[in-house]
């Protein structure tokens, strides 16, 4: 349980801090929505490969040979 408590918790910060940066990219270039947009895909991208990186199922892994 606690590591699907982690898992979790790593693709909503991950999402969280990039619509945070998008959003302060936008208020400061009155560029809205797009920074926003851009930084909150970034974010989901950014959590999604926390969260495969962690759980060891990407390409990382050594096979036995």
């Not at 590591?3 to 998008?22: D, H, K, T």
């Not at 797009?34 to 909150?40: P, S």
């Not at 999604?48 to 990407?58: I, W």
């Amino acid at each position: 349980m606690a590591l699907g408590f982690r898992l979790s918790s790593e693709l909503i910060a991950g999402v969280a801090v990039g619509a945070g940066i998008g959003w302060g990219f936008d208020h400061l270039l009155s560029t809205s929505p797009f920074g926003f947009i851009a930084f909150l895909l970034l974010g989901f991208v950014a959590g999604v490969v926390n969260v495969v990186r962690t759980a060891g199922a990407g390409p990382n892994k050594r096979g036995g040979s």
